[in-house]
């Protein structure tokens, strides 16, 4: 990515707070930037249209709200410095069960993930996945892990559909050993996914509404 383009989007995520909304005009950007008041506005025209901001005119500014692209890309870039500087990441997610739908089974029993899934992680999961709702306290904590390379799992076609990559995480449960796992091209959600080669529901006697702790190391 052009050098302009990731030092604007990190000046404003810093101006724009929690709510990632910010107030700005293209010679406010400018002059933060020491560009022209022309690159600028090239600047916020190319984040607008490749879904890095949403913007709105309000008077002589602009109101500029980043999505998620945006705050993916400032994690990848958070989790790459780590990478380089060799700073081990262990991370601590809380939250409660969940009711899920039922689509865990279908996806992880087919023979295209089953068979990575043993490969890569070393175990034959259990067909289903454990829901979890992440409390708000940890999204950053959730967010920095979901733009995280994990353990890359490949996505296949089995003649009738095709089904997208997923990428996994290692973690555990009161020292069961588990993995988080995300579908690569979903947008976010506060709710993970977490399979292992136990029933995690009967092996922690969780029920709906239980709370859990995960620890999870994306140094896979």
Do not use: W
Request: proline share 1%.
């Amino acid at each position: 990515m052009d050098y302009n383009v990731y030092n604007a989007i990190k000046i404003l995520k810093n101006k724009s707070g929690s709510k990632n909304v910010v107030f700005i005009s293209s010679a406010e950007l400018a002059k933060e930037m020491k560009i022209s008041q022309q690159t600028a506005s090239r600047i916020i025209i190319n984040l607008y249209r490749n879904k890095f901001i949403d913007r709105t005119m309000d008077n002589r500014k602009q109101k500029i709200i980043l999505l998620e692209k945006s705050l993916d890309l400032l994690y990848y870039e958070l989790n790459e410095l780590h990478s380089i500087l060799e700073m081990h990441q262990n991370f601590e997610l809380g939250g409660n069960v969940k009711n899920g739908l039922g689509e865990g089974k279908y996806y992880i029993s087919k023979e295209g993930y089953m068979k990575q899934f043993e490969e890569k992680l070393g175990i034959k999961p259990y067909p289903g996945t454990l829901n979890v709702k992440v409390n708000g306290e940890y999204e950053n904590i959730l967010r920095s892990i979901r733009s995280a390379d994990g353990i890359h799992i490949e996505g296949f076609n089995d003649n009738e559909r095709t089904f997208g990559g997923v990428k996994c995480f290692k973690a555990h449960i009161d020292g069961i050993k588990c993995f988080l796992i995300f579908p690569e091209r979903s947008s976010y959600t506060d709710v993970i996914e977490i399979i292992a080669d136990i029933y995690l529901r009967d092996e922690l006697k969780l029920k709906d509404g239980s709370e859990l702790k995960v620890n999870v190391d994306i140094d896979n």
